[in-house]
């Protein structure tokens, strides 16, 4: 047993780093299920505690929030990817730039996003054929980088470009993969890791800059007309986040690496939760045809056969089940960290100042002790009368407190346009015969291709 400071149990050494970046999933499993609700290991150099029970957990993000912070050692593994974006800042800076960004993401502007998000679904379902064999996490993370681009940068990618996107995420990626080895090698030794990884850096940071021109060359223009339907209207200021940068920049309030880290920021996770959260939903109905039967006739029933729209969305209460169901079995953001500022008193234990608290979703997600039949795909457990007694913090894929994801609503409203869109044309089957396996990241991916049989509907 390792070392420990009196209260929660300690797990060896170096056995925790090496299971853990064997495999992340199996390790939190374990653990969760050995000890209690406060468990503390080394991660490497890492002094860490996970905490399991959602009252500690709603402390942390919530009710105390204040005596945490972002910890140190993702700045330092992830500053020079996120730099001081809105997922890494903190502090004023963290508050000057939320509060900017915000009405880029008010609900009302959000629900006028509708057209394009389904247009965008529209056009890639023109390309698929009955029969086909698509790999469905790439045709939602390509649907899903287009989305995002046109809805806060205010732009319109070719192929090309979306492709070189599509081409580079995977380096960056591969990069913040549980490795001790690779946690310890410096950015400057010239390992093929490191190198790949350097250069689908600029490659987006060339992207981006490329797109900030065009943006200055149309005195931040209108927005794209496959973001406006015929019932929306233009605003006299595009709220775009690039448009509101840009304009924030030309007043002296930002800097060229305000910009580049906040739309690096919101390029790379803007996009990949909804697009794994997207691909898992459709692993999980081809594995349930009965749920899979449901949502066919709720979209039915609702929709007729005609495209979807924001007010259609409140209606269609089972397809919105099945998005949080697949979020509480494969949350795309599968751990989170914070970094107590001052010694603190966690479940019964002292928490020293500097130390990692590890937040899993995965486990809490997951724990019988918060869901009956926790491994079971059941979308009815979202019924309000179900969800009554539930522990406020026993699912939380977007975070929660001050700091939660500020792209929550576009996230939500996305998935169910799309999943309403294709679901009503196609039918999606998972051809391999085995389950697929996982590995861990920033996010939470899919080791194999996610192939799929489209199958056309009636």
């Known amino acids: ?191 093929r890791e490191n190198r790949e990884y350097k250069q689908s850096l600029s490659v987006l940071e060339d992207l981006i800059w490329d797109i900030v021109e065009e943006r200055r060359g149309t005195e931040y223009g209108q927005t794209p007309a496959s973001s406006v339907s015929a019932a929306d209207s233009v605003e006299e200021k595009p709220m775009d986040l690039l448009s509101i940068l840009l304009r924030a920049y030309d007043a002296g309030e930002q800097t060229d690496e305000n910009l580049r880290d906040e739309l690096m920021t919101m390029l790379l996770a803007g996009h990949d939760t909804t697009a794994l959260t997207l691909t898992y939903a459709w692993y999980l109905l081809s594995q349930h045809p009965e749920a899979k039967e449901r949502l066919h006739r709720e979209l039915n029933d609702v929709l007729g056969g005609r495209t979807p729209t924001a007010e259609d969305v409140r209606q269609l209460e089972y397809t919105e089940r099945v998005l949080n169901e697949s979020m509480r079995l494969y949350p795309p953001v599968y751990v989170m960290f914070r970094e107590p500022k001052v010694d603190v008193r966690l479940g019964g234990y002292r928490v020293p100042e500097g130390s990692a608290i590890m937040l899993p979703q995965w486990v809490v997600h997951r724990s019988e002790r918060w869901w009956d039949n926790p491994l079971e795909f059941d979308p009815d457990r979202w019924s309000p009368e179900r969800m009554a007694d539930r522990p406020r913090f026993a699912y939380f894929p977007f975070g929660g407190g001050p700091r939660h994801c500020i792209g929550k609503h576009l996230s939500l409203l996305e998935g169910r346009l799309i999943l309403g869109t294709v679901a009503q044309q196609y039918e999606l089957d998972y051809v391999r015969d085995e389950p697929f396996s996982l590995r861990g990241s920033l996010t939470m991916h899919p080791r194999e291709p996610m192939e799929m049989r489209l199958r056309a509907r009636e």
């Open 1 to 191: 047993m390792s070392s420990t400071p009196p209260g929660p149990k300690g797990i060896p050494v170096f056995g925790a780093s090496r299971q853990y970046a064997r495999d992340p999933f199996s390790f939190l499993t374990a653990v969760a299920d050995a000890y209690g609700d406060v468990i503390h290991f080394d991660l490497g150099p890492l002094d860490t505690y996970m905490l399991t029970n959602p009252a500690d957990i709603e402390r942390v993000l919530v009710s105390e929030a204040s005596k945490f912070r972002k910890p140190q050692f993702q700045d330092q593994a992830i500053g020079d990817l996120l730099g001081e974006g809105l997922l890494m800042s903190e502090g004023s800076t963290w508050q000057k730039q939320r509060q900017l960004a915000q009405p880029a993401f008010d609900v009302r502007r959000i629900s006028t996003m509708a057209g394009m998000m389904t247009n965008r679904t529209e056009t890639m379902l023109s390309e698929w054929h009955d029969g086909d064999v698509v790999d469905v996490q790439l045709e939602m993370t390509r649907l899903t980088v287009e989305i995002i681009v046109d809805a806060m940068f205010g732009a319109e990618l070719d192929d090309e470009r979306i492709g070189l996107i599509q081409e580079n995420l995977e380096p960056l990626g591969s990069r913040f993969e549980p490795d001790p080895i690779r946690f310890l090698t410096p950015d400057w030794v010239p390992t």
